[in-house]
């Protein structure tokens, strides 16, 4: 019976997240206001069963009174925070709620599946940065002048990422000179930064499109990608490097700019190639790691037994062997979801992550100001292109960068961030809802008095 | 009109149209990137989880009962029997006869058990049935591997090198196919945890757990002299002409050559010095070669490098080299010096001369089925490669037949087809003590069956292999 209990539940768990991920896109394409929130308010309760039927696997496999509490206090904190998140975010995007909520409770079972006091851990972070980020329409609101600061951006991000080099505060992990410690708590300033670097960015090409100008803050910008490239952070400068182009490409128009961009990216990828022996390492396990699978080629290897063996209906949460694979719970946490979950969840995955960015670049669109539309795009890009970065890394698609699958994988420093991304977006977002109410208030105002002299 | 008049208020300087691109690009990049992981999934997952290093397969093991492994006539060769207690242990029907090639799954799984081991571990049939045990807790068939091994002749062989150290290969040439690979000194799989200690410490050297058709590499000795006449034919178009006058010994840069025993063989032509086996002939061969293209010629049957074939092997190898010193020359070319050859490789040598030039992958596993017989996939031949012309096989087969009609192998002529073939005596220590070799395939027209037989420290290869390879053709072609 316990069997039968187990082996269903697998599988409706992927239907759950099959429908979940359909109606991620089947709302761009609805115009109705109540069709589309009856949508989301299913979508929320497919999150909820999935939530509850993982759990209840975890519960069964490892029989530890542990899971039940962790998952009680999980839906608690996810009934409150989109109680809240409504009330404080007046008119944000439903479907980024939703997904953020998805995302984050695929990264809670994981983790707990993998190592139970990790997902406390993880889970303390989630709740404080959930209530942190409460102010972050605040800010937006009452700072218009964000978009003036740009050299503030430029000197604080850079000042940031030296952190690393400070001695006795920066530390170095799997080989990256990356982290800084700070009263006993790990921090990776290259996740914060990189908010502050899109908002460099943005800052100044929403003001200038003179090639002169150009050139200057390409420079700076340059100056980033060069400092990670020093800490062997070599996924953090590849992200760096394609927000910058993207914002760079929507603010000029030109593509002459990415043209440019990647030829001196092939040049770099070429240097790198010949005098970094750990970016060969990388390549070599990319290009066979079959014959280093003793060395370099060890995690992709391990990846990709993991991903095979659990083929597309995976192993069963419990029932696979994601430890063997190193760092499983952040880098290659998607290659243990889709051990344990399977392929089409996996899939499905990936799915909502895209159209989490879908709706973030329909967010970009509507942005009336030049300096939100091009943090929008910026951090839109940020979030896509890292995913893009993991999953290719552990799938063998491109070698692999060591980044974390935002909002799933563990880490505090890059779930924090990432839920900063997502409430800046959906800061600006409400803004913008609000000034084109207050302006379609007006123009209707107007028009009515047109109206009356007529 | 509303809408427009709605847009023309908006007073944004930055056009969407690069957000749109960007979009379109990112998008198509993780279409492309599942597309990737769909096809990873579908085709490549199986080899790539078949992997000794994947660390799951006692998780599979729990759900999944460890399929068969077959003859190719569906004979079991191997299966999984459970006993009064409900554990299973793995039951090998011939016991010895296949230890090697089909392996042992206990005590670090090898031969097939090894390479199949994720299939033999997974349950392919996704039925109603299959389902519902997965429901209940019970385990359910995994997938059979039926090989490419007669029965008949696998033991044919096995009889015929009888007591003896020593290996023996048999390929068809078309497809590559390994219908035959016994190795002996042997043991019984089915006794292996039993004997495993006296297996490891291997007290009397004999090294029954290893693969001598695979993992052993020997001097060629005389077979190798039709690579050798091989070159000389690409490097003289007068080959014909070639004529030597042996006396049973001579000096060659400075090196002493001895036909086998002192035989004087008189005056030859290429011909007759390989039905022959004259060492003379070839050694002075050996003096005209061109070192380098020699070598090429022996890289090109597979010499130095990973052999073309899934079969764990170790790698043959051809010492000489361009900057070679001229006395090495004469000993390599009668297959002695540091040349040294898996049974496995001679065997695909002759094969393929056999197959008219193109050298056929060899493989063992023919194709994998579920416990209802349906086939899961389906092996079908690789060419490694087109290594001979056709004249040039057709003329090594000629001379090959001649070694049978009239040479060293005179005793496989007496069958009602024509039989080609070489044999060689590898001399391997200074008492002049030898390997005994053949390699050859039968019918010499339409060959069905190639063949490398290697009897250890026996003496000279008329004497000791032909009679195994006799037993052979026998066996599989009939008188
Ligand atoms: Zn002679």
């Known amino acids: 019976m316990e069997n039968i209990v187990v082996q269903v539940s697998k599988y409706v768990i992927i239907f759950l997240v099959m429908v979940y991920s359909l109606y991620g896109f089947v709302v761009f394409r609805v115009r109705k206001q109540e069709t589309k929130l009856l949508f989301y308010r299913h979508q929320m309760t497919l999150m909820y069963l999935m939530h509850l039927l993982c759990y209840l696997l975890l ?57 139970l006091a990790l997902a406390i851990r993880q889970f303390v972070m989630v709740a404080a940065g959930m209530s942190i980020c409460l102010v972050v329409p605040f800010i937006i609101e009452k700072f218009e002048g964000l978009g003036q600061l740009g050299w503030g951006y430029a000197i604080a991000g850079v000042a940031l990422l030296l952190t690393v080099f400070v001695p006795g505060l920066g530390v170095s992990k799997y080989g990256s000179r990356n982290w800084i410690q700070v009263a006993g708590i790990g921090l990776q300033p290259s996740e914060f930064v990189k908010i502050i670097f899109v908002l460099f960015a943005a800052g100044f090409l929403s003001k ?25 952070d070599l996924g953090g400068a590849l992200i760096f490097f394609v927000a910058y182009l993207s914002i760079l490409f929507v603010a000029t128009g030109q593509p002459a700019y990415i043209l440019a961009g990647f030829g001196g990216f092939a040049s770099a990828s070429l240097v790198a190639y010949r005098f970094f022996g750990h970016v060969r390492t990388r390549v ?35 029932k696979g062997l994601p430890t063997s694979i190193p760092v499983s719970e952040s880098d290659f946490i998607f290659s243990a979801i889709s051990e344990e979950l399977g392929g089409i969840f996996a899939i499905c995955l990936l799915l909502v992550c895209v159209s989490c960015f879908i709706m973030f670049v329909n967010i970009a669109i509507k942005m009336t100001n030049s300096f939100y539309k091009l943090t929008a795009v910026g951090l839109s890009v940020i979030y896509i292109f890292q995913i893009f970065l993991t999953v290719g890394g552990a799938i063998k698609f491109i070698p692999s960068t060591g980044v974390t699958l935002p909002l799933v994988s563990y880490g505090g420093s890059s779930v924090l961030s990432t839920i900063i991304l997502f409430s800046i977006i959906q800061g600006m977002y409400v803004l913008n809802q609000k000034n084109q109410q207050q302006n379609n208030q007006q123009q209707n105002n107007r028009l009515d008095r047109q109206g009356e002299k007529e | 009109m509303k809408m427009n008049k709605k847009k023309t208020l908006q007073k944004s300087v930055v056009s969407n149209g690069g957000i749109y691109a960007i979009t379109y690009f990112f998008v198509l990049l993780f279409v492309v990137m599942v ?66 090639v089909v392996g042992r ?19 392919s049939n996704k039925s109603i049935g299959t389902l519902w045990n997965e429901l209940n807790n019970k385990k359910n068939p995994g997938d059979s591997v039926v090989t490419t091994l007669d029965v008949d002749l696998q033991k044919a062989a096995y009889e015929a090198l009888g007591n003896r150290k020593g290996a023996v290969v048999a390929l068809e040439p078309s497809t590559g196919k390994v219908l035959a690979m016994v190795s002996k000194k042997d043991y019984d799989p089915n006794e292996v945890s039993e004997n495993w200690e006296s297996l490891t410490e291997d007290a009397d050297k004999e090294s029954r757990l290893m693969n001598r058709a ?51 063989h008189g005056k030859v032509d290429l011909k007759k010095a390989l039905a022959k086996s004259c060492n003379g002939a070839f050694a002075k061969i050996g003096t005209e070669l061109n070192f380098k293209k020699f070598r090429k010629l022996c890289n090109s049957f597979g010499f130095n490098t990973e052999l073309p074939t899934d079969l764990v092997h170790t790698n043959s190898t051809f010492a000489l080299k361009a900057s070679s010193k001229k006395e090495e020359m004469p000993q390599t070319a009668i297959g002695q010096g540091d040349t040294l050859i898996t049974p496995l490789h001679n065997a695909m040598i002759a094969a393929t ?21 349906e086939i899961v996939s389906q092996k079908e031949p690789v060419e490694a490669g087109r290594i001979l012309k056709e004249k040039e096989a057709k003329q090594l087969t000629d001379w090959m037949k001649n070694v049978v009609d009239k040479g060293t192998a005179s005793a496989l002529s007496d069958f009602d087809y024509s039989v080609a073939g070489k044999t060689g005596s590898a001399e391997f220590d200074s008492k002049k003590s030898s390997h005994a070799w053949f390699i050859g395939f039968a019918p010499a027209d339409h060959p069905k069956i190639a063949i490398a037989v290697i009897v250890e420290g026996a003496g000279s290869g008329s004497e000791y292999a032909v009679p195994v390879a006799k037993k052979l053709f026998k066996n599989y072609l009939g008188n």
């Open chain 1, 59 to 115: 519960f069964v496999h490892f029989l530890d009174v542990k899971y039940i509490f962790l998952y009680l206090v999980q839906v608690v904190f996810f009934g409150v925070i989109t109680w809240v998140y409504k009330k404080v975010y007046r008119n944000m995007s439903l479907l980024v709620l939703n997904h953020m909520c998805f995302l984050l409770s695929v990264g809670f079972v994981m983790i707990a599946r993998i190592n």
């Open chain 2, 214 to 264: 695979t993992q052993f590499t020997y001097p060629p000795g005389s077979t190798f002299k039709l690579l050798t006449a091989l070159e000389y034919v690409r490097e003289n178009k007068k080959y014909e002409d070639f004529t030597f006058d042996c006396d049973g010994q001579e000096i060659f840069s400075g090196v002493k050559i001895n036909c086998y025993h002192g035989s004087e």
């Open chain 2, 353 to 373: 001369i056999a197959n008219k030039g193109v050298m056929m992958e060899p493989y063992v596993v023919d194709h994998l089925e579920t416990e209802e017989e």
């Open chain 2, 105 to 123: 799954s206990e005590h670090g799984k090898t031969g097939i058990e090894l390479s199949e081991n994720f299939n033999l571990l997974t349950c």
């Open chain 2, 35 to 100: 597309g990737y992981y769909v096809h990873f999934m579908v085709f490549e997952s199986k080899d790539v989880i078949n992997n000794s290093y994947n660390k799951r397969q006692d998780l599979l093991a729990e759900s999944v009962v460890r399929g068969k492994i077959y003859g190719a006539g569906k004979e079991v060769l191997a299966e999984t029997k459970t006993r009064g207690d409900g554990t299973e242990y793995r039951y090998y029907p011939y016991g010895a006869v296949f230890c090697h």
């Open chain 1, 208 to 232: 200038t499109k003179k090639f002169k100008n150009i050139v200057k803050i390409s420079c700076l910008a340059a100056v980033y990608v060069l400092i990670l490239v020093a800490e062997n």
């Open chain 1, 284 to 318: 070599e396990a990319f290009r066979d790691p079959w014959s280093t699978i003793d060395a370099g080629g060890y995690q992709v290897a391990n990846s990709l037994f993991a991903i095979g063996t659990g083929g597309w209906f995976g192993m069963g949460l419990g």
